[in-house]
Structure formats: C-alpha cells, structure tokens
C-alpha cells in the first residue's frame, strides 16, 4: 500500500533521493565500495562535504557574503549549548515561542543572562508575539522560526541592530527569504533536509572569537570553520543523503519553486481544517506554520472512526506532538500535494459519515 508519511521528524525525503541513497550503499560513485565504509578523508567523500557546504549556501542565498556551512553532530538540542558558548558574553535576547526555544533559553542560562523579550506561553504557544523589544546591550537575538509542536510559523522577522540567530530545524529550505538578515542559522537534518545524524550551522565568520572563555574543540565554531567541518569523522552518510535533498531542491526551482508548492498543500490542509466543522485549527491563523498544521477532532466519539480511516488509506505519522494531543500534518518539502488532498479527502468522508 502506498503510504502518505506526515511524521514530524525524522521525516518524509524525496523518493529519488531514497534510491540514489539505497544505491549508495551498495557501490557509491562506481567505486566498488559503500559510501559507509570509504574514508571520510577520499576525495569522493571530501567531494561530497564540498558540494553540501556549498548547495546550502546557494539555496540560501548566501554565496559570497562572508557566510560558511557546517555539518556539524548532535542535533539542533548542541546548537542550544553552542551558540551561547561560542556567542554569548554577558546577555542575550530570547523569543520563547514553544518547547524548543524554552529549552534553547535553558542552556543558554548556563553562559549569561538571558532576557526573554516575549513568550507566547501564556496561550499555550498558539502565537508569536509581536512588538516587542530588543535591548541594546544584548550579544545576540535568538528565536525560533517553525514551531514544530504547536504549528506557528514566524512570518516577519523582527528588526534588529544586534545578530539575529534563528533555529530553522523545521522549515529550512522551505521558502524565500532574505537569508543575510540572519548572522547565525542552525537546523537539525532530520525536519526538512535529511536523514538524523548531522545539523547544519550557517554562520556569518566575523561572528565568532568575540567571547572570552576557553571552548572546548568539538564545541568551538572557530575549530570547525578552520577543518572546513572536517575536525572529526563527519556524519558521513547524514551528509550525503542532505547533499542529495539540496540537490533535488535545486533541481526543483530552488526556494521559489519549494515555496510555492509548500503554500499550496497549506492553503489546501487549512482551507479543509476551516470548513469542516469536525475539525478545529490549533495555532492562530495569522500564524500558521505552512510545515506543521496542528488540529483537534472536536467530536471524540468520531476518534476511532477518523483513526481507522487514516490508517485505511495509508496515512502516516499524524498524531499530535504528546504535549498538545489532537493531530499534525507535518507538510515538509518533499511532501506531495496528492498526499495532502488525500488526507482532506478523509476528513471530507468523514464529516459526510458523521
Ligand atoms: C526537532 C527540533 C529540535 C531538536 O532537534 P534535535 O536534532 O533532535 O536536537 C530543535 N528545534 C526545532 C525547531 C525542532 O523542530
């Protein structure tokens, strides 16, 4: 049966990059051998690593603009310890806008002060607050761009004199934007890009070697800049089926191409989430995320029925996040439109049933 994967992470890849990353393990590049035994330090392998580096910086925009890309291990949850350690001073600015930036505003506690300039926690993350203010003496600006959990997407970035530093973990590379008003990107591979394994740090390089302190190799900026994100044995599989994803988007037109067709499955989930009166939106409209629709069933008696039918037609990975309960529908890039109006399709058959 076909299936319909709407998992929030690790999550949905293009199909062809699925098969040229199964071939790959059988005999990568003709070579004879797999792409995970050969060593890190072959040209085939640096080769790689090269072309991912540069792919995100192309996707992004940032070619030429005094920015690199890294591939670096353990998750978008290091770059919370990370960014304070190789960034912070004396204070930074966070924008709590859900369960990631809480525990991201956590580590970064450990390095300074931390002035929370807004939090949406007061209507259980359903928003991103707006308005509000930077202070002047701050080393950086931190915030959240997709809401994984509670589905909220930032739409307009604030202003800002001081570094901005984003966690795109869920939306990256999944729409146009004006990349270089960031100083600092990080995303975890296993959202939007690739398999678990490595994350993607986008940093400006006159950034770094401004704080003080004695960091750690492994947790050093500097040090992985200087090794080309070859310090130590990368994820090397991690990176290539990345490598293959930033290629497909390429491919594929690019973040204007990816942007438009995200705003499409969007327009169609949330249209169905607003007309059928089975079902209701979880996040503010204005700030729905265009990766994560987040909804109740109103009606639980229906529960087991909806459950069955998904389960039926091949539906994947749709429940809630355990913290907000209901459903997602996790839209990442490689996504299909035919998936989404399947799913419509069911939530359709199902106000006709009930
Ligand atoms: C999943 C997620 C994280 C955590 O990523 P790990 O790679 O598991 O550490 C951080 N931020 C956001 C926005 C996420 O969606």
């Known amino acids: 049966m076909k299936r319909h994967n709407f998992s929030a992470g690790p999550c949905i890849l293009p199909q062809e990059v699925f098969k040229e990353a199964s071939e790959a393990i059988l005999d990568f590049n003709n070579s004879g051998l797999s792409i995970l035994e050969i060593s890190h330090r072959s040209k085939d392998f640096v080769d790689v690593m090269?072309?991912?580096r540069s792919l995100a910086l192309e996707l992004l925009g940032l070619e030429g603009k005094g920015y690199?890309?890294?591939?670096?291990?353990?998750?978008?949850?290091?770059q919370f310890m990370m960014v304070p350690y190789n960034l912070l001073k004396n204070k930074a600015a966070y924008l709590n806008t859900g369960t990631w930036s809480t525990k991201a505003i956590k580590e970064a506690k450990f390095f300074g002060d931390v002035s929370e300039v807004a939090s949406s926690a007061d209507k259980d993350f359903k928003y991103i607050p707006k308005g509000f203010f930077i202070p002047s003496d701050v080393d950086y600006f931190h915030c959240t761009s997709n809401n994984t959990i509670y589905g909220t997407q930032i739409k307009e970035f604030p202003n800002t004199p001081k570094p901005i530093v984003c966690d795109m973990s869920s939306d990256i590379f999944s729409r146009e934007m004006?990349?270089?008003?960031?100083?600092?990107?990080?995303?975890?591979a296993q959202k939007n890009m690739g398999p678990a394994g490595t994350t993607l740090v986008v940093i400006k390089e006159d950034l770094v070697g401004k704080v003080e302190r004695p960091i750690p190799s492994m947790m050093d900026y500097h040090v992985h800049l200087n090794?080309?994100?070859?310090?130590?044995?990368p994820a090397?599989?991690?990176?290539?089926v990345s490598m293959l994803t930033m290629r497909w988007l390429k491919e594929n037109g690019g973040m204007a191409g990816i942007e438009e067709q995200n705003q499409k499955k969007a327009d169609l989930m949330y249209s169905e989430i607003d007309i059928n009166p089975l079902f209701e939106g979880y996040a503010h409209k204005e700030f729905r995320s265009n990766m994560n629709a987040t909804f109740t069933l109103l009606n639980d008696d229906l529960k087991e029925t909806f459950d069955t039918?998904?389960?039926?037609?091949?539906?994947?990975?749709l429940n809630g996040h355990r913290s907000v309960g209901g459903y997602r529908a996790s839209m990442y890039n490689a996504m299909p439109l035919e998936s989404v109006?399947?799913?419509?399709?069911?939530m359709d058959e199902l106000e006709r049933r009930a």
């Open 227 to 233: 090794k080309a994100s070859m310090f130590n044995t």
């Open 68 to 78: 690199k890309a890294l591939f670096l291990q353990g998750g978008a949850s290091t």
């Open 236 to 240: 090397v599989y991690a990176v290539y």
């Open 50 to 52: 090269e072309e991912a």
């Open 309 to 317: 039918m998904l389960k039926e037609t091949g539906v994947n990975g």
């Open 178 to 188: 004006d990349f270089s008003k960031f100083d600092l990107i990080y995303a975890g």
């Open 341 to 346: 109006q399947i799913l419509v399709d069911i």
